[in-house]
C-alpha cells in the first residue's frame, strides 16, 4: 500500500469536502460576496453555457426569419401563434417539479454523505487495544489496516466509478497491496458460489476481520478483555455505513420523476423561445428580437436547478461537484498508515514544574 496522495489530509476525513476554493466562507469585507459569481469552476455559468448559445442561436434565428422572410400577414398569424404560446407558459409546473425533484435528490445526497463510512476508528481502535508486547503484533496491525481498508475499497466499488476505474479487478487490487494471492483465490471461488458475487465480497471481508479479532482475543493479546467487544462493535459500524451507502445509491430517484421535470424543463425552453414578442417599435424591436435576457433568465435559472438535481442523483460520478472518493480513499490510506505507526511507540513524560506550564 503507498500513499497516493502526499498532500492528503492527514487527520479528519472528508476536509476537503467543506472547501470551496475561491468563495468566502464569510462576507464581512466589501465585494468578497462576489467573488464567487465570477467563478467559473463548478459554477452556475459552466453548467448552461453550452445550452445558452443554442438558445440564442435559436432565438435570433426566429427574429431573423420573423423580420426578413414573413410579410405582413404571416407576421400577424406568427403574433397570434406566439400570444397563444405566451399564455401557457406560466402554465407549466415547472417550480413545482423542479422543488420536489431536487429536494429529494439533495436529501438523498445527505443521506449518503451521512452513511459514509470512516476507517480511522477501527484502526485507530485496534492500535490502542493491542498489547504492545504481543508476539506477531506488528504483523496483526498491519493484517487489520489491510482488511479494513479492503472491506472500504470492495464496498465503494460497487457504487463509485471513479474507484471501479482505479481498481477494474482483483489484480489490481493485489497489485497494489490491498490483497494476497491466496485471499484473492479465496474471493474469486466465493464468486462461484450459489449467491455468491463481486457485492458480497466486503462480507467476505469482514468475516476475515472477525476471524482475526477473534484469534487476538484468544491469545491474550487485547489489554483488557472488553477490548473484543469494542472492536467487534467498530467493524459492525464500518459494515453497517457502507450497507446503507450501498442502500442508497442502488435505489434511485424513480426514472418517471426525472422524465416528468427534464421535459418540463425543456418544453419551457421550447416555449419561452418560441413565444416572444416581436415589439413595433425599433428599439424595443431591436432589445427583443436580438438579446432574449427575459425570456432567457428564467430558463436557465432553471435549467441549472435541474442539473443541480441530476448531479446529486449520483454523487460518485466524474462531475466536478461529486464526491471525490478516490481522495478520500488516499486520505483513509494516508491516516491508516500514520497510526500504523503509532503501534509500539512510546512517549517520554519529562518533568515539569506545574508553575513553569504556559501555552500562547
Known amino acids: 500500500m503507498k500513499n497516493k496522495d502526499p498532500k492528503a489530509n492527514f487527520g479528519i476525513e472528508l476536509d476537503e469536502s467543506i472547501q470551496i476554493d475561491g468563495v468566502s466562507a464569510t462576507a464581512t469585507k466589501f465585494g468578497e460576496s462576489f467573488r464567487g459569481i465570477f467563478r467559473w469552476q463548478q459554477s452556475f455559468f459552466k453548467l448552461v453555457w453550452k445550452q445558452a448559445i443554442i438558445y440564442y442561436i435559436i432565438y435570433v434565428s426566429i427574429t431573423l426569419f420573423y423580420s426578413f422572410a414573413l410579410d405582413s400577414g404571416n407576421q400577424a398569424n406568427f403574433d397570434a401563434i406566439t400570444s397563444y404560446l405566451a399564455r401557457y407558459t406560466s402554465s407549466l409546473p415547472v417550480v413545482l417539479l423542479l422543488g420536489f425533484f431536487t429536494s429529494t435528490a439533495l436529501n438523498r445526497w445527505f443521506s449518503i454523505m451521512a452513511s459514509m463510512p470512516g476507517t480511522n476508528r477501527p484502526i485507530a481502535l485496534y492500535v490502542a487495544s493491542l498489547k504492545e508486547d504481543a508476539a506477531d503484533g506488528c504483523a496483526r ?34 497489485a497494489a497491496g490491498f490483497l494476497r494471492d491466496h485471499e484473492r483465490l479465496l474471493l474469486e471461488k466465493h464468486k462461484e458460489q450459489p449467491g455468491g458475487s463481486s457485492k458480497t465480497f466486503p462480507l467476505v471481508v469482514y468475516d476475515w476481520l472477525n476471524i482475526l479479532l477473534r484469534d487476538t482475543c484468544q491469545k491474550g493479546y487485547f489489554s483488557v478483555a472488553n477490548d473484543f467487544g469494542r472492536n467487534i462493535d467498530a467493524i459492525q459500524v464500518l459494515k453497517k455505513g457502507g450497507g446503507n451507502v450501498i442502500k442508497f445509491a442502488s435505489k434511485n430517484v424513480p426514472v418517471a420523476l426525472i422524465q416528468a421535470v427534464t421535459l418540463a424543463i425543456y418544453c419551457y425552453g421550447v416555449v419561452s423561445v418560441l413565444s416572444h414578442q416581436i415589439e413595433k417599435h425599433y428599439l424595443t424591436s431591436v432589445l427583443s428580437g436580438y438579446f432574449p435576457l427575459p425570456y432567457a433568465l428564467p430558463f436557465f435559472f432553471y435549467y441549472a436547478w435541474l442539473k443541480v438535481g441530476r448531479i446529486a442523483i449520483d454523487p460518485f460520478g466524474s462531475d466536478e461537484d461529486d464526491i471525490d472518493i478516490l481522495n478520500i480513499f488516499d486520505c483513509h490510506i494516508n491516516g491508516a498508515m500514520r497510526l500504523r505507526n503509532c503501534y509500539g511507540v512510546k512517549i517520554t513524560i519529562p518533568s515539569t514544574d506545574r508553575s513553569a506550564f504556559s501555552l500562547s
Do not use: A, G
Open 141 to 174: 496491525v498491519d493484517l487489520y489496516i489491510r482488511y479494513v481498508l479492503l472491506m472500504w475499497l470492495l464496498t465503494f466499488r460497487i457504487v463509485c466509478k471513479p474507484l471501479r476505474k482505479r481498481y477494474p479487478s482483483l489484480m489490481s487490487i493485489q
